[in-house]
C-alpha cells in the first residue's frame, strides 16, 4: 500500500510566502524562540601534556617575524574551521624565546593573559610596563595598544584569552597595527600602574572616562593572598573576582575574570550560569563534572563549562586554584545572567 505524505493544509501559502521573503511565525516560533539556552558544544578539556610539547616545536616551526601570532588555540572541535574555544571566548598559549618581541597593536576585542611561566617577560599596555610574574593577570582593553616582550634567558609560555568570536559575532572587531620600528614604545616603565597597585586607595579627582578597569595588572601574589584569607562561598569554593578599582564592577565590559580554590575533602555544590566559562588550573590536581561529561585535572589544562550546563569540582590531595574567564560582564551588560544552584 503507497503511503502518502501527510500535506499540511498551509503548505502551498508556506511556499507563497516564502518566495516572498516573508516567514510564518506559526511554522517557525519553536526555533525563534527557545524555551532555554542550547549550547552547541559540550564541556572539553585539552591536557597540559598534550599541549606542551606543540609549544616546543612552535619554536622551531614559526619564523621570527610571526612571533606575535606564536600562539596555539584551543579549538573546540563542535565549531569546526571557527576557531574558538567556546561560542563567546578563545584561549590560547603563546610561547616567546629570549629576546622575542610581540610587535605592538590594538583592536576592539578584549583580551588577557595569565602568566603560568612568564617570569622575566613584559607587556606593555597603552605605555605602561606590566612585569608577568607567577599567577599574574594583565589586562590588555579593547583599544588599548599593547605588545610583548621576552627580556629573560628563557623561553616564556602564558595562557591568552580573548573574546573576538563574540566581538565577531556582532561584527564588531577593527585591528590596528603599531609601528614595529618604534623603540619609544619598549622604553617605559609602570607609569600610572602604581597609582592602581594598593587595595584601596584610589587617587581622588576625575574619574577615568573609559568603561574598562584603569589598572591592567593583578599581581599574582595578592590573589593568592586573598584566596587564603576568604571564606568559602554558598558552593563551596573561595571564589574571587578581578575587578575594575574604580567601579567595583568587571575589569572590561564584555569580559571576566575570577581565581576559584577548591579545597579536598568536599565537591562543590551544582551551578550553571547563562555565561560560558574558560578554566585554567593554576595549581593542584582534582576533577569536574560538567554536564554529561567527568574530567580529572592537573597543572595548566584547561577545560571549558559551556554556557547553561551544570558543573561542580573537587580537589584532590590539596587544595586547587583556577583561574576562570567568562563573558559574565557582557551578560550582566545585557541583563542576561541567570544562575541556579543545586
Ligand atoms: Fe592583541
Not at 518566495?19 to 511554522?27: E, G, K, T
Not at 573576538?164 to 603599531?178: K, Q, S, T, V, Y
Not at 577615568?208 to 590573589?223: L, V
Not at 569536574?288 to 561529561?293: A, K, P, Q, V, Y
Request: proline share 7%; glycine share 8%.
Amino acid at each position: 500500500m503507497a503511503i502518502i505524505a501527510e500535506q499540511r493544509a498551509d503548505a502551498s501559502f508556506v511556499a507563497a510566502l516564502e518566495a516572498a521573503n516573508l516567514h510564518p511565525l506559526w511554522d517557525r516560533y519553536q526555533r525563534i524562540t527557545p524555551i532555554r539556552p542550547q549550547p552547541q558544544d559540550a564541556p572539553f578539556i585539552w591536557r597540559w601534556r598534550d599541549v606542551e610539547p606543540f609549544l616546543h616545536q612552535a619554536v622551531k616551526e614559526v619564523a621570527i617575524n610571526d612571533i606575535e601570532r606564536r600562539a596555539l588555540i584551543l579549538a573546540h572541535p563542535a565549531f569546526g574551521n571557527d576557531t574558538t574555544t567556546t561560542s563567546t571566548m578563545l584561549a590560547a598559549f603563546t610561547v616567546l624565546e629570549p629576546g622575542d618581541r610581540a610587535r605592538p597593536h590594538r583592536h576592539t576585542g578584549a583580551a588577557i593573559r595569565f602568566a603560568t611561566d612568564a617570569e622575566g617577560a613584559a607587556t606593555i599596555v597603552n605605555g605602561r610596563r606590566c612585569d608577568m610574574r607567577a599567577g599574574d593577570l594583565i589586562l590588555t582593553p579593547p583599544m588599548c595598544w599593547h605588545g610583548h616582550i621576552n627580556e629573560s634567558g628563557r623561553r616564556i609560555i602564558w595562557f591568552d584569552a580573548a573574546n573576538m568570536p563574540l566581538i565577531r559575532g556582532l561584527d564588531a572587531h577593527f585591528f590596528e597595527p603599531g609601528n614595529p620600528g618604534a623603540n619609544d614604545f619598549w622604553q617605559v616603565d609602570e607609569g600610572d600602574e602604581r597609582l592602581w597597585a594598593e587595595a584601596g586607595l584610589a587617587p581622588d579627582g576625575p574619574r577615568a572616562d573609559s568603561a574598562h578597569s584603569p589598572k591592567y595588572r593583578y599581581a599574582g601574589e595578592a590573589t593568592r593572598r586573598m584566596l587564603a584569607a576568604m571564606a568559602p562561598g554558598p558552593d563551596g569554593a573561595r571564589t574571587l573576582r578581578y575587578v575594575n578599582p574604580a567601579t567595583g564592577g568587571a575589569v572590561m565590559p564584555t569580559f571576566d575574570c575570577a581565581a576559584m580554590r577548591l579545597s579536598p575533602g568536599g565537591t562543590t555544590r551544582k551551578r550553571r550560569v547563562t555565561y560560558n566559562m574558560i578554566c585554567l588550573v593554576v595549581s593542584g590536581h582534582g576533577n569536574s563534572r560538567i554536564g554529561e561529561h567527568a574530567f580529572d585535572w592537573s597543572q595548566h589544562d584547561v577545560f571549558t563549562i559551556p554556557h547553561w550546563t551544570w558543573a561542580s569540582h573537587r580537589a584532590v590531595g590539596g587544595d586547587a586554584d583556577l583561574f576562570v574567564v567568562s563573558d559574565r560582564a557582557a551578560f550582566e551588560n545585557l541583563d542576561l545572567v541567570r544562575e541556579e544552584i543545586e
